[in-house]
């Protein structure tokens, strides 16, 4: 060691890591990661209801009997294997050979995030403006941050981004905007979904701007009563870049995702990846492959969704039984997350340590936004704790708000 202090670095940093710092909450994690707490923070499947000895098994046989391969160094775009496999996925929600999908034009990611990395390198300068619901993906935030983009929020409902709005800050934008970033489905901290109807005027008001959409959709099989709307790429084949993942579907722990992209990008993209991480994992891709060859994953998707269902339920009846009066919040019809509303005066970042002491987790909202909005707002996942644990935390929660209230 040099005695080399963190603050000798900060003058040799480039300009896009130089705003990211680590927050307050991300300390809190750490505390909230204890069994005595019921984190409804997290976003975690619920990996225990897979077959893990069957996957297991079908993991042995990857690498004894395929290792030669499965160990192996690939080619950037993915195996053409599991490229294709991804499309057999993809035709269940409507996005087949008929809208121009196929294996050519599908580059295998190290889960959606990275797609979402690859998407930003593409296309976004430093300066350069997305537009994205408020609230949306922290992840996708993180990664338009360190591209030196701004962030311009754009308002959503019950349905879905609002149309009206969308048009509004693509006006306003004056050609700044470079694409929407949208999850349509189940969104990712809200819980609601884009309707039939909006998702048509959406991709209108996009195509008469010229405006790029890119859509991220890791939570569309995750349906607890019907199926989701067809997805925006199944409705259009041009002007779309589909970012999804097997980490909702399957197992996250492999990093197992995928783009969809129009043709001409194709290339683009399978360079932008390769010079990020040459290719993905070999061994996750054939393990994903596998899945999808020898296991009944359309029954573990329908498990899923079973197990999601009676949790949503579990947290939306204790939020109706315990909330203080002036709570309002979402109800997923699938998915992983309720977005809720706290009554007026209660400050969800400023509520948190005490959140904790009471030995409850949930994210504050304003990690959702760019723009520091959302403090009345909390994120509670449900796929994580079975329906008692759900209860107890909202419990907790309640109690801490009424203390709050009462102050
Ligand atoms: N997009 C959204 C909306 C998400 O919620 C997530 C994960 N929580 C991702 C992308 C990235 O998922 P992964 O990298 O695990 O595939």
Not at 379 to 396: D, K, M, Q, T, W
């Amino acid at each position: 060691m040099t005695g080399t202090t963190q603050d000798d670095y900060t003058d040799r940093y480039a300009r896009r890591v130089r705003g990211m710092t680590t927050s307050e909450i991300r300390a809190l994690f750490a505390v909230a990661s204890r069994p005595e707490v019921v984190s409804l923070a997290g976003g975690s499947p619920y990996i225990a209801a897979l077959p893990l000895d069957a996957v297991g098994e079908m993991m042995g046989r990857l690498a004894s009997e395929l290792g030669t391969t499965s160990l192996q160094y690939g080619i950037g775009q993915g195996t053409i294997e599991l490229r294709e496999r991804i499309c057999e996925v993809m035709s269940l929600s409507g996005i087949d050979a008929s809208v121009g999908a196929s294996p050519d034009d599908v580059v295998v990611t190290v889960g959606g995030q990275q797609g979402l990395d690859l998407v930003a390198r593409l296309f976004l300068d430093p300066g350069d403006m997305v537009l994205a619901e408020g609230p949306t993906y922290v992840g996708a935030l993180g990664v338009f941050q360190a591209a030196q983009a701004q962030v311009r929020h754009v308002a959503m409902d019950a349905d879905g981004l609002v149309p009206a709005a969308l048009e509004q800050a693509i006006v306003e934008s004056g050609g700044r905007a470079k694409f929407l970033y949208t999850i349509p489905t189940y969104q990712n901290p809200a819980g609601v979904t884009l309707t039939d109807a909006r998702r048509d005027e959406i991709l209108d008001i996009c195509g008469r701007h010229g405006l790029l959409v890119v859509e991220d959709d890791p939570y569309g099989m995750l349906s607890f009563a019907g199926e989701a709307p067809r997805p925006l790429r199944a409705r259009r084949r041009e002007g779309i870049i589909y970012v999804s993942t097997f980490s909702k579907t399957f197992a996250p722990g492999l990093r197992v995702g995928w783009v969809l992209a129009p043709h001409a990008v194709r290339e683009k993209l399978v360079m932008a990846s390769e010079a990020n991480i040459l290719c993905p994992s070999a061994f996750a891709q054939g393990a994903v492959t596998q899945y999808l060859s020898t296991m009944p994953w359309r029954e573990q998707i329908k498990t899923y969704r079973e197990v999601y269902r009676e949790r949503r339920d579990a947290l939306l009846d204790a939020l109706r039984d315990l909330m203080p009066a002036g709570t309002t919040w979402t109800r997923p019809e699938g998915g992983l997350f309720v977005w809720a509303t706290l009554p007026e005066g209660l400050d969800s970042k400023a509520m948190m340590p005490r959140a904790i002491a009471a030995r409850v987790a949930y994210v504050p909202g304003t990690g959702f936004y760019a723009d520091g909005t959302g403090g009345t707002n909390l994120r509670l996942n449900f796929s994580f704790p079975p329906p008692e644990r759900i209860r107890e935390g909202v419990r907790r929660l309640a109690g801490v708000m009424e203390q709050e209230l009462a102050m």
